[in-house]
């Protein structure tokens, strides 16, 4: 297969992406790569059953099979939820009380195996999605404040919130992600990412477009960060950083939204993440009403990621722990240029390991200069990630043996146009489809199925 690839401005030497990461609890990442979270929307959905509900299959773990042949330093799950009424999506992984089961435990300890096949440190990305759960799910999921999502993304509409007490804070939300990490470290997972970015629970909380609260977990920045915090100190009570389990977040630098979080208040943010001891940062940005996995500026084309001037102005702030930059990048020297002017330590890789889930190898390897690149407008963010999502169901068909060893077994080449255009029909139907089934009050499919 003869695949297209982004152009490299520079032919240089991926060594320096190949260098160790030591964050503060003494783990070490083997190189500079991540995995970022993707959400797959391939697990089980029984609402009625709690312990056949959110539960991984077969898919999931083919899939993180062929990731655990990629040489990252890091493998994220996708966002794996804490509670099983607040979903991003039917077909999320779950981890809650109600649901435990030795199946579970056996399909998620399964899972951490996986993606540790070839060295990398497999961290299960934790999320709660409040106000974006879609109405079909719950139409009345929490939230900080009672703000409802309008627009949103895959012809989803969503319920009005109801705001959490102070005391459900603690016991829907805080013991919630507590329970769920303590069982990611029991099933063997090197560590949790808190997902406060793209306007999930945590992030409904830190921006001040949907946290009108006037109690301590609302008004100032403090107080808006203050339920991440509680979180965060509450696992360390049972997992202590002496056990080498690490715990990171995901936060936006900015929001690029009318009253929505600024670079000050990302930076400040993440100025509480270091003082608090976190093992590391994701910097992202956007929520579902202003989706960012695209280019906001000119200035950023030419350097690729979405979000590096806003990395620029934060990276300061951290000292010790270790900071991970996510969104658009795709070419080495790139990378090289991201990591060698110290904007970031560690490279996110979300879209191009869907097309290629060993890209990290290769380039390790010298191999390629650059990720895959698509014939899809950048632009379109839906049609992207629904491409994205097609191409990790096709990953999920087989494992690595029974694939023969190629990690890119029936996965669709999208830098052949005539394939682009085969696709781009094919998700018109579906979305004709998915139209249908709104109206008729059904839940539509997710995720295409495209040979
Ligand atoms: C299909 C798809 C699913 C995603 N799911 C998640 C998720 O579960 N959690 C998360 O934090 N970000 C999620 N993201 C955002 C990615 O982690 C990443 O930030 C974004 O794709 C930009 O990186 P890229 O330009 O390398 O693709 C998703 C993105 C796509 C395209």
Redesign the pocket.
């Known amino acids: 297969m003869s695949l297209r690839r982004f152009p490299n401005a520079s032919t240089v030497s991926s060594e320096v992406l190949g260098e160790k990461l030591c964050f503060p609890n003494g783990r070490q990442a083997q190189n500079r790569f991540l995995k970022?979270?993707?959400?797959?929307i391939l697990s089980t959905y029984v609402p009625d059953e709690p312990k056949k509900h959110g539960l991984p299959t077969d898919s999931i773990l083919n899939i993180y099979d062929k990731w655990g042949h990629g040489k990252f330093g890091m493998i994220?799950t996708?966002?794996v939820l804490v509670d099983p009424t607040n979903l991003?999506a039917a077909g999320n992984a779950i981890i809650y009380q109600e649901g435990e089961s030795h199946e579970r435990r056996a399909l998620f300890t399964h899972w951490a195996k996986l993606m540790k096949q070839d060295g990398a440190l497999a961290v299960m990305?934790l999320?709660h999605a409040g106000r974006q759960t879609p109405d079909y799910v719950n139409p009345t999921p929490w939230s900080a404040s009672d703000i409802q999502l309008v627009s949103g993304v895959r012809y989803t509409t969503y319920g009005k919130p109801k705001p959490l007490s102070p005391e459900q804070v603690k016991t829907e939300v805080v013991d919630r992600f507590v329970y769920a990490a303590k069982y990611a470290y029991e099933c063997g997972f090197d560590g949790i990412q808190l997902?406060a970015?793209?306007g999930?629970l945590l992030s409904q909380f830190t921006s001040p477009t949907t946290n009108k609260r006037t109690d301590k977990y609302g008004g100032t920045l403090e107080n808006r960060q203050r339920v991440i915090l509680e979180i965060y100190n509450a696992i360390r009570a049972e997992i202590p950083a002496s056990t080498g389990f690490i715990v990171g977040i995901?936060t936006n630098s900015v929001e690029f939204q009318a009253e929505g979080t600024t670079l000050e208040q990302g930076k400040e943010m993440c100025r509480v993440y270091e003082e608090n001891g976190f093992d590391f940062v994701?910097l992202?940005g956007g929520t579902y009403e202003k989706l960012v996995?695209?280019h906001e500026r000119e200035s950023t084309k030419k350097r690729e990621a979405?979000f590096l001037e806003f990395a620029e102005q934060i990276r300061p702030v951290f000292k010790k722990t270790i900071v991970y930059l996510?969104?658009?990048?795709?070419s080495v020297s790139a990378m090289v240029d991201a990591i060698s002017s110290n904007v970031t330590q560690g490279i996110?890789?979300?879209?191009?390991?869907?097309a290629e889930p060993d890209l990290p190898k290769k380039i390790l390897e010298g191999l390629v200069p650059s990720a895959v690149q698509d014939q899809f407008n950048p632009n379109q963010?839906t049609m992207?990630?629904?491409a994205?999502?097609t191409q990790?169901e096709q990953m999920g068909r087989t494992s690595v043996k029974s694939a023969g060893g190629d990690v890119m077994h029936q996965v669709s080449d999208f830098s052949c146009e005539k394939l682009v255009e085969k696709y781009i029909a094919t998700v018109g139907a579906h979305l004709q489809q998915v139209s249908n089934d709104v109206n008729n009050g059904k839940r539509a499919k997710a995720v295409i199925v495209f040979d």
């Open positions: 970022a979270a993707l959400t797959e994220l996708s966002n991003e990305q999320s997902h970015a793209h999930y995901k994701e992202s996995f695209c979405f996510t969104g658009g990048f795709r996110g890789l979300g879209r191009p390991i869907t963010i992207t990630a629904l994205s999502g990790m």
